[in-house]
């Protein structure tokens, strides 16, 4: 079974954590039943963007790292406290920790930001919310990442998205990754993406 680690940082956005569990969770199912999602925050309760709460299976500080073959990231907002956990050492080490073992990574949207702050992005190619009004791109590039004009970006085993409209992409290209070209096609034609 490949166990992949949903890191929910407080004010994460729901909706993006969800493409995560239904894509895995579908291939857990109707797949070829190799992956399982574990749901892992800080906090006891994690409060979403839009005031949803949420309860993660498990604590940061209660699972060992070695049990998990990939790393899945929601991004969230600043106003609902995203970047407090994001940035927090406890976070960061997670992410080192997939990344030193080449692991897979997939962020969506702003989560590329905590990928970023770790230092395991620096002269890579990377991409982050992309909206002409926005100013994470230029936050992105103050930590040497290379700055993609592209929906997704895979460098290696890290995948980043400019928004929240590539949050399914992200999580079929990770199913892809862990499992192959033809389950992920399989589970997506199930899902009515083909």
């Given amino acids: 079974m490949t166990k992949i ?11 993006e954590a969800s493409v995560f569990t239904d894509v895995l969770g579908w291939n857990k199912w109707e797949g070829d039943g190799s992956t399982d999602v574990v749901t892992v925050g800080k906090h006891p309760q994690l409060q ?18 070695e049990e998990f073959d990939a790393l899945a990231i929601p991004g969230g907002f ?7 956990d994001a940035f927090s050492e ?12 080449k692991k897979p990574i997939a962020s969506i949207c702003v989560a590329a930001l905590m990928v970023a702050h770790s230092g395991v992005l620096k002269n890579k ?15 992105l590039k103050q930590y040497g990442v290379q700055v993609m004009d592209q929906r997704i970006v895979c460098e290696d085993h890290i995948i980043t998205s400019a928004n929240p409209g590539t949050a399914f992409d992200v999580a079929f290209r990770l199913l892809e990754m862990v499992t192959s070209k033809e389950n992920k096609d399989k589970v ?7």
């Fill in 5 to 15: 680690l949903l890191l929910l940082a407080n004010g994460f956005e729901a909706s």
């Fill in 48 to 65: 979403c963007t839009w005031n949803f709460q949420v309860i993660p299976e498990q604590q940061l500080s209660d699972i060992s790292l």
């Fill in 78 to 84: 600043e106003e609902a406290g995203f970047y407090e």
């Fill in 90 to 101: 406890e976070f960061q080490e997670v992410v080192r920790y997939f990344d030193a073992h």
């Fill in 125 to 139: 190619r990377a991409t982050t919310y992309d909206h002409p009004t926005s100013k994470r791109r230029d936050q």
């Fill in 188 to 194: 997506k034609e199930l899902m009515g993406f083909a």
